[in-house]
């Protein structure tokens, strides 16, 4: 499993876009990106999965370069309600071992 | 929207006591998971489960771990002798109809409080 890396933490303000960015220097040919938001106290929910270039959905979008070694996590216009840990994971097809790494706290401000 | 359900919420127990935590992932899905969360900790990867055997499970999961899929819906994790360091949210997940790519589905997770 790829290992990744994040910021630690970041502030914004609201009605900012946010941009957080994941390295996956290892990422293997069949794994897929995917981000998670979690609030305190609750399970962690799914935000958007791609594989290159761009995926856009309803509530970001995500940037994967040609290489793959990173991908970019695009929250536009936060609000306060945005406020909470943001978690890249990279895994393939039967890659049973999905993991989590630390995670980024994004914190936003009125 | 289908969801993850996890029993029971909160849990408190002594040191030395089994705990048994309970899932009902969402149906038709084939891919389970167990993860832990302690308190202000990232979420750590316990075990997967797919085709009603352990598929792959982290160093955290030793000999007082188990999991098990007693019948077509529920999805248990029993911790044997609990000590004060299982103290920690414990999250149900599950995911794929036909691969473990996708959304992970998690429940609201069942907080352990071992005294």
């Known amino acids: 499993l790829a290992k990744t890396t994040q910021p630690i933490s970041m502030d914004s303000y609201e009605g900012q876009e946010v941009n957080i960015t994941c390295s996956h220097n290892?990422?293997?040919?069949?794994?897929?990106i995917t981000w998670y938001q979690q609030f305190p106290s609750q399970g962690p929910r799914f935000i958007i999965q791609?594989?290159?270039t761009k995926v856009t959905n309803e509530v970001a979008s995500l940037f994967i370069p040609a290489d793959r070694k990173s991908s970019t996590l695009s929250l536009p216009r936060v609000s306060l309600s945005d406020t909470a840990v943001y978690y890249c994971?990279?895994?393939?097809?039967?890659?049973?071992?999905?993991?989590f790494g630390a995670g980024t706290t994004v914190t936003v401000r009125a | 929207e289908p969801e993850v359900t996890q029993t029971p919420s909160h849990q408190v127990t002594q040191m030395g006591q089994e705990v048994i935590l309970r899932c009902v992932p969402i149906?038709?899905?084939?891919?389970f998971y167990w993860y832990r969360q302690i308190l202000g900790q990232k979420v750590e990867f316990l075990v997967s489960?797919?085709?009603?055997?352990?598929?792959?499970k982290s160093e955290i999961f030793d000999d007082q771990f188990s999991v098990e899929r007693p019948d077509g819906s529920n999805f248990t994790l029993k911790i044997r002798s609990t000590k004060l360091e299982d103290s920690a949210m414990y999250f149900c997940a599950s995911i794929g109809r036909t691969s473990n790519t996708g959304e992970l589905f998690f429940g609201e997770g069942s907080r352990l409080t071992v005294l």
């Open positions: 791609g594989y290159k």
């Open positions: 994971l990279v895994g393939g097809n039967n890659d049973y071992k999905l993991s």
């Open positions: 149906s038709n899905h084939l891919y």
């Open positions: 489960f797919y085709n009603n055997e352990i598929s792959e």
């Open positions: 290892n990422i293997a040919t069949n794994d897929y």
